[in-house]
């Protein structure tokens, strides 16, 4: 039971370069969710899923898209990166309580 | 935005005291959440307490929740060092699409 699992776990993109984070569960939970982590700013929302094929935005969507095809799979997706994109990506999933992935170190320049 | 703010943003303590932070909300919620993080790694669910509740114990850890004053604390009993981390609180709102907004965090050092 690995839990939750995200990869890459590191990774530099230059500005411009897209990019696919991949998030991976083994709990058969319904809601999955991406979140981002700065320094000083907590955790904020990116986008979320309800279960297989939706998905929603959360409070800082924009810049990013996600997919559900699967329901033990969550993509975030940056299509074009920014410098302002440079963070730490945590994926979670849900029953009542979220189960974190380890997290991704991204850094645009 | 929607989410909570903790207080202290940092606390170091001796080992064996007490540690207590403080977490405040803005709306209505139906459970709210406590998680730990240490340093470079994700977060980890420690309690939940629902919205009527008013006290919960796991071990070393005492949550109470106040919806009236929409505020929460968490109090870690006879700390020790490997307590070392940060704590955000979350809340929980149905209403909103089963979404959790975090709080700011808590830094606890505690000192051997």
């Known amino acids: 039971n690995a839990g939750v699992t995200q990869t890459p776990k590191f990774r530099v993109l230059k500005t411009g370069q897209s990019m696919t984070l991949l998030c991976a569960q083994d709990?058969?939970?319904?809601?999955m969710y991406w979140y981002r982590q700065d320094p000083g700013m907590g955790l904020r929302l990116i986008h979320y899923s309800v279960g297989e094929g939706t998905t929603a935005k959360g409070e800082v969507p924009d810049g990013y898209n996600v997919s559900r095809l699967k329901k033990q799979n969550f993509l975030l997706g940056l299509e074009s990166a920014a410098p302002s994109q440079t963070s730490v990506y945590f994926c979670?999933?849900?029953?009542?309580?979220?189960?974190f992935g380890p997290g991704t170190r991204l850094t645009v320049t | 935005s929607q989410q909570g703010e903790e207080d202290p943003q940092a606390l170091s303590i001796q080992e064996g005291e007490n540690a207590t932070m403080n977490c405040s909300y803005k709306t209505s919620i139906n459970n709210l959440q406590w998680y730990r993080q240490n340093s470079g790694r994700g977060l980890v669910h420690l309690i939940l307490i629902r919205s009527n509740e008013r006290e919960k114990h796991s071990g070393r850890l005492r949550v109470t929740l106040d919806t009236s004053k929409k505020s929460s604390s968490l109090l870690i009993t006879a700390s020790r060092a490997a307590d070392t981390a940060s704590y955000f609180c979350?809340?929980?709102?149905?209403?909103?699409?089963?979404?959790?907004?975090f709080g700011t965090g808590t830094s606890l050092t505690v000192i051997p």
């Open positions: 979350a809340t929980f709102q149905e209403n909103t699409g089963n979404q959790f907004y």
């Open positions: 979670a999933s849900s029953n009542y309580e979220q189960y």
């Open positions: 709990m058969n939970h319904e809601y």
